[in-house]
């Protein structure tokens, strides 16, 4: 019997994301603590990531790493826990789009989880 190995998530909520300097320094960080996925909307507010990995310690140091970038109003959402499904994206994507943001999270089957995290659906 194979064991898919367990998926990861999480999901940060900051005012803003808007230094291309900083976001560059995000990536490089998931690049190295193995987190296999990384969605960012930039471009004003808000700003958010979301980040998938299948290692957990990877991903919660990641977390660290974002918030020592001290952006204004960051806020971990959603801390790194256990996922339903499997992880299909790997790599860094970006939109500038809260509506498209939703849209990617809907297609994961997390839409419900995003937007009770961000607030903008009761539990």
Known sequence: ??????????????????????????RR????????WLYVRSGGSP???FAEGRDE????EWVST???????DFKCVAKPARAE???SKTGFDETESVREFGRV??????????????GYEGE
């Not at 900051?14 to 995000?26: E, F």
């Not at 960080?29 to 193995?34: D, E, I, M, S, V």
């Not at 999270?105 to 961000?118: F, H, Y």
């Open 29 to 36: 960080a998931a690049q190295q603590l193995n987190v296999d």
């Open 85 to 87: 499904g499997v992880g």
């Open 66 to 72: 974002v918030q020592a970038l001290r952006y204004k």
């Open 105 to 118: 999270m809907d297609e994961k089957g997390l839409g419900g989880w995003w937007k009770r995290a961000m």
């Open 1 to 26: 019997m194979s064991r898919t190995p367990s998926l990861f998530n999480c999901l940060i909520r900051t005012h803003h994301i808007t230094s291309r300097k900083k976001l560059s320094r995000v």
């Open 47 to 49: 700003g958010i990531m």
């Open 57 to 60: 310690a990877g991903l919660t």
